[in-house]
């Protein structure tokens, strides 16, 4: 059967046919048996309800990722192929670029992004998550999601990207666009779209180089247009990409870390005996909640993929949740482990495209986690956790809980 | 296969045999020595695969990029003349018996 209408030979015979929908409410409540299912299925799946390519094996990903002259992102990161319809918005310049015009963009964002920033920025997010967890604790119960995940990157973040105070709530229904936008066209999408025209009126507004205060990453990225590495054309886009990935991410990222240690109380005993694991207990529950869940590919030419030949011009779909929990690559994939070496996960993405603002989130992530393990005594959950749905980013509504002191 | 000497900060020490063409990093992690961190595997982003390489060696490695040069200057443990990043020093036959140095902390 070949589900895309066009020649017999277009589609390889032994490739599994899956009738998964991995944009629906069903799989969003519940993705795991799905990724089982598209694992043991094999290395390539084809999921014929979007008439795309699937990869859910941790080597296949890490593949995909890894070879971006063949699974090209000028096309789309997306489920729309920027080739055949028009992208909802101009196309990022790195995050939808291939080298070497990516290189470029890519160079700058790591300079303004680097591991020499983050030791600057370090004492000031150590001390905003240590407010914040102390101002929780007064509060005794409340909800994780918007007073904690949230609250806290939106103390530190705007502030390093020196945006101004006002239309900061615009933010995160920005994001939340940006990566419904990134699915099919389901009701996710549409909606989102809809809704679009302030947050997007809002954004492109603040990309410009008189909104952006002094030292921030916004003016930093602007003044590399000084010095020749972009054009003053090319500063706003880039900043857009921050305020685009930069935020509700990391909301993700926090809540899935709280939302672990709420659910293993023997990891948050391990945690707060040694607060020194807090980085590494955040990176975990990347992996282990992968709150960037998918991200798409275009093929650049006839490629054999696990055995599979997929034709030039297919999307093909990574699922990294999937691929950071194979049996193939870890060891009890389902377990959350504060200590386990985590090295080579791919929730940040892997190859040229590999996250590169992972140095904010992951200071972030230790900053509210370290503050966590030095003050909080126990943390249960006080009510049922709600899921929010999003085409792309996976984690929680809402999470009630009570904190009380160590 | 080349023998390389990982010594921790304690003054410990474990020898491995590093596969060819694999990176510093991934032999250490492959080989089970602690101590480098490696958070975006090998994706030259992170510089938390930070190491000490021996001074009789320093001279004998590819030579440090711009990139891993800038990404030097953001280690957590002081960064010396002979500081490298793991995961961009290639293991080679021309290597065998490289002594290189864990700093005390990554991040
Ligand atoms: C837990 C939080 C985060 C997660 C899970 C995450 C995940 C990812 C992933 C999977 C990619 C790869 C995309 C691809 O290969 O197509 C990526 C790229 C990117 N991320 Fe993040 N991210 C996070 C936080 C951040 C932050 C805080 C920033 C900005 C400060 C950021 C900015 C970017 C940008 C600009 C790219 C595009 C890089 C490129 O294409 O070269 N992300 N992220
Ligand atoms: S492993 Fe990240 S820079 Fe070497």
Redesign the interface.
């Known amino acids: 059967m070949n589900p895309t209408g066009l020649s017999g030979a277009a589609v390889a015979p032994a490739i599994p046919h899956l009738a998964i929908d991995p944009f629906s409410y069903a799989f969003f409540d519940d993705p795991y048996p799905a990724h089982q299912e598209m694992r043991e299925a094999g290395p390539v799946v084809y999921l014929d309800q979007w008439n795309v390519y699937g990869v859910a094996r941790y080597a296949e990903v890490y593949a995909v990722f890894n070879d971006p002259l063949t699974f090209c992102s000028s096309r789309g990161v997306g489920l729309s192929d920027f080739a055949k319809e028009k992208p909802w918005r101009p196309p990022s310049l790195i995050l939808e670029a291939d080298p070497p015009a990516h290189t470029r963009t890519r160079a700058v964002l790591s300079k303004v992004l680097s591991p020499a920033v983050m030791k600057r920025l370090r004492d000031g997010f150590m001390a905003s998550a240590e407010a914040k967890v102390d101002e929780l604790l007064a509060r005794g119960s409340f909800d994780a999601i918007p007073d904690l995940a949230e609250a806290y990157p939106l103390s530190v973040f705007p502030d390093a990207l020196g945006l101004k105070p006002e239309g900061r709530d615009h933010l995160i229904p920005y994001a939340s666009l940006v990566f419904n936008a990134f699915g099919p066209p389901n009701e996710l999408r549409q909606q989102a779209i809809e809704r679009s025209a302030p947050h997007q009126a809002y954004v492109t507004e603040q990309c410009q180089r008189d909104n952006l205060a002094p030292g921030g990453f916004g003016a930093c990225i602007h003044a590399f247009s000084d010095s020749g590495e972009i054009t003053p054309a090319e500063a706003p886009l880039l900043v857009r990409s921050l305020l685009s990935a930069g935020l509700d991410t990391t909301v993700y990222g926090i809540g899935a870390a709280v939302y672990c240690l709420a659910r293993f109380p023997d990891q948050w005993a391990r945690l707060r005996a040694d607060p020194s694991l807090a980085r590494n207990a955040f990176e975990e529950a990347v992996r282990f909640e992968s709150p960037v869940q998918t991200f798409f590919r275009t093929t650049t030419r006839d490629v054999e993929l696990g055995g599979i030949v997929i034709p030039e011009g297919e999307k093909v779909l990574m699922f990294l949740g999937a691929a950071n929990r194979d049996p193939r690559r870890w060891e009890q994939p389902d377990a959350y482990d504060v200590a386990r070496k985590v090295s080579g996960h791919v929730g940040f993405g892997s190859g040229i495209h590999m996250c590169v603002g992972q140095l904010v989130a992951r200071l972030e992530g230790e900053a509210v986690l370290t503050a966590l393990a030095r003050k909080v005594g126990s943390i249960t959950m006080s009510g049922a956790p709600k899921r929010r749905y999003n085409n792309t980013l996976r984690g929680l509504e809402s999470l009630p809980v009570t904190f009380t002191p160590a | 296969m080349t023998t390389i000497t990982f010594i921790h900060p304690d003054k410990s020490s474990q020898t491995v045999d590093a596969a060819d063409g694999d990176s510093l990093m991934l032999a250490a992690?492959t080989h089970g020595v602690d101590g480098i961190?490696?958070?975006?595997?090998g994706?030259a982003?992170?510089?938390t695969c930070h190491v000490y390489v021996d001074d009789a060696w320093a001279a004998k490695l590819d030579p440090v990029s711009d990139?891993e040069d800038?990404?030097l200057?953001?280690?957590a443990a002081e960064r010396l003349p002979n500081s490298r990043l793991s995961c961009q020093v290639k293991v080679q036959p021309s290597l065998a018996g490289l002594v290189v140095r864990i700093p005390d902390k990554q991040?």
């Open positions: 992690l961190v490696a958070e975006c595997g994706n982003v992170c510089a990139d800038a990404l200057d953001g280690t991040s």
